[in-house]
């Protein structure tokens, strides 16, 4: 090709260039000029076949041609984009009637929600929350509760030591809530009337044992605190827990180191086809379901606590809320309490107050 061949080349390639009315066809366009196979790309081959003086000129006006060629492509590249951009704007509309996209929330877990009933039940009969450090000392844990050392529930603890410590004693992840009853007592005088939810830890795993787990403790003492204050106070709250007036409620002789005498508290309940039900089921029905232990409290742990037990005397009692927790909303395993799975937790979960739900309105 002669220089004035290469010219006319450029210009019907500009021309076409030019012509290239959207995004696409301008790619086709650049891939016939500069592409592998492309017509300016070819010219470039064919240079080598040619003299040395001829191939230095003809490839000097031949760069010149590809430089402006891919300057062109470019330019009429921005000027397209910009067309079809400014072409989608004025197309799209939106629609201010649609309804809103439903807003991501998080739910409170049944834990969480079970411990709040609890705190807003007692809360109503006079009590304070108290609480206590999820790692505890042995005195706390143990001693002051009336469990010496060498002690047999002790050994029924599955307690989780941490290792020694410099004075050569270990602490402890704690067992129960109860140790809180000691710290309250330890920093407050009566009359006292405390609960204390939180976090325990029992070095023990299987389909109804998780090696955490929780509690919610309480602590009632006063110069004439008696027993039927205790019955009262659990009868109250079982039925309101569970939102049912006539709970049958039985307390069952038993043993607590800490309380004198001991308690076990039991409400009434119906199994059928392998379900629970927890309810009053009328006169004959003597199905009981265990929930918490209670007591008045022993001397000693007054003592420990630094209350004068010839003035004072107290009932206390703890229970599980895992559990709790299951019965009243029907959760089947008690595991996949924490297997932190999101859809669990939109399942099972609560909608915090204050956000607008489906079920409860605005
Ligand atoms: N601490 C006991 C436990 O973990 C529960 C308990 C029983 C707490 C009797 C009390 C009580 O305060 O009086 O099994």
Known sequence: MTPSDLTELESSLLAEIAAADSLEKLEAVRVSVLGRKGKITEQMKGLSSLEPSARKTLGQILNQIKDRLTKAIKTQQISLEATELKNRISGETSDVTLPPRPRKIGHIHPISQVMEECVEIFGEMGF??????????????????????????????????????????????????SPVQIRTMENNSPPIRIIAPGRTYRSD????????????????????????????????????????????????????????????????????????????????????????????????????????????????????????AMLKYGIPDLRTFFDTDLRWLSHYGFVPLGVPSMIRGL
């Not at 002051?144 to 402890?172: C, K, W």
């Not at 998780?210 to 106070?233: N, R, S």
């Not at 379901?289 to 703890?318: C, R, T, W």
Request: glycine content about 10%; proline content about 7%; charged content about 25%.
């Open 205 to 324: 795993s299987d389909a109804t044992h998780t090696p955490m787990f929780h509690q919610v403790e309480a602590l009632v003492i006063d110069e004439t605190t008696h027993m039927g204050h205790l019955k009262g106070c659990i009868i109250d709250f079982c039925r309101a827990f569970f939102g049912i007036p006539d709970l049958p409620v039985r307390f069952r002789p038993s043993h607590f180191p800490f309380t004198e005498p001991s308690m076990e508290v039991d409400i009434g309940c119906i199994r059928a086809d392998g379900e629970l039900k927890i309810g009053n089921f009328g006169e004959g029905a003597d199905n009981w379901l265990e929930i918490m232990g209670s007591g008045m409290v022993h001397p000693k742990v007054l003592e420990y606590g630094g209350i004068d037990s010839n003035k004072y005397q107290g009932f206390a009692f703890g229970m599980g809320i895992d559990r709790l």
């Open 128 to 177: 304070l929350v108290a609480e206590g450090p999820d790692i505890e000392d042995d005195f706390h844990n143990f001693t002051a509760l009336n469990i010496p050392p060498e002690h047999p529930a002790r050994q029924m603890h599955d307690t989780f030591y941490l290792p020694e410590n410099d004075e050569g004693s270990r602490l402890v992840l704690r067992t129960h809530t």
